[in-house]
């Protein structure tokens, strides 16, 4: 038997306290999510909302979901029991929109300073061209279709190219860092946006030229237990 004084009393509950707050913590942190993505084609968007030049993402550590980094980190792609089959069939009806991509994957909820972007590769490849040190460039990175005497390191980006990251908070919370290219017209569209969301709910994430459609589900089965 466990025996207390009363010296000894309100120091022990407030360490029970605190030991309560972090299992709390941890498991909110250790709850897996599913994040469902729809991207698509605007069709009737302004194409003159566009750069008038081209751009390359800076993805940093960005994971491929297909990776060994990816799955060791507890991502994974999902293909079963999608939840926006719906939308994406009345983007495929529509004569406004077209349908891009039609993704979902599996991650561990975790904060801000673990929170890890995954990468985007959608459409077409195209060689672009960048200046050989990028280190002034933040987000979008200058690029050419043609190699030029400021841009000469070649690189490969696709017709939407960048990153996504899902973080939590007191909310959760996706960071788009994306480049759609349109190489006709020598011209980017360039998505930033951080954007709070909340759990099972419908967001949607847009720009002229395109967008996304996103719904985050928790996974609570994998929540830590005491």
Known sequence: MIRYSIRNYPRTLGAMALLCLMLINTSALALDYTIEVVVFENMRGDKSTGSSKLYFPRAGSALGLNSDKAAEAGFSLISDN?????AVEKIRASGDYRLLKHFAWRQPGLDNKEAKAIRINIGQTLPVYIPESISAYKQFIPASAQPTPEMTRKLTTTTINGSLKV????????DANLVFTDIENQSSYLLSQSRKMRSTEFHYIDNPRFGLLIR???VPETAVSG
């Open 167 to 174: 973080r939590l908070r007191r909310f959760l919370h996706v």
């Open 82 to 86: 999608l939840s926006l089959t719906e």
């Open 216 to 218: 985050i589900l928790p």
